[in-house]
Nanobody, 120 residues
Framework: QVQLVESGGGLVQPGGSLRLSCVASGITFSRYTMSWYRQAPEKERELVATITSAGERTNYADAMKGRFTISRDDAKNTVYLQINNLKPEDTAVYYC?????????????WGQGTQVTVSS
């Protein structure tokens, strides 16, 4: 059974930092491209950042460049999202995503999300 379990969210003041974690099980983690998405209230889910297998490449949505850093530790089956200088508009549920594309199909898995609330 595939599980992606996010943690690290919470209530933080503007200007603060958080590190989100996502631990994967039931997949060959090192083969998967891992991403973080977020969904704010009444908004569509949007991509935050992606890291390819072996961490060869990272990609950030334009609006996320500079304050967000994605990384992975394949030995721990874990992907991280470091968020600095948090702003109220970063308030959202943050989701972990795992994707692997084979020759004939694509496997996509989602976590349940972790809430990040930025407020004074």
């Amino acid at each position: 059974q595939v599980q992606l379990v996010e943690s690290g969210g919470g209530l933080v003041q503007p200007g603060g930092s958080l590190r989100l974690s996502c631990v994967a099980s039931g997949i060959t983690f090192s083969r998967y491209t891992m991403s973080w998405y977020r969904q704010a209230p009444e908004k569509e889910r949007e991509l935050v950042a992606t890291i390819t297998s072996a961490g060869e490449r990272t990609n950030y949505a334009d609006a996320m460049k500079g304050r967000f850093t994605i990384s992975r530790d394949d030995a721990k089956n874990t992907v991280y999202l470091q968020i600095n200088n948090l702003k109220p508009e970063d308030t959202a549920v943050y989701y972990c995503n795992a994707e692997w594309t084979g020759r004939a199909h694509t496997n996509i898995h989602w976590g349940q999300g972790t809430q990040v609330t930025v407020s004074s």
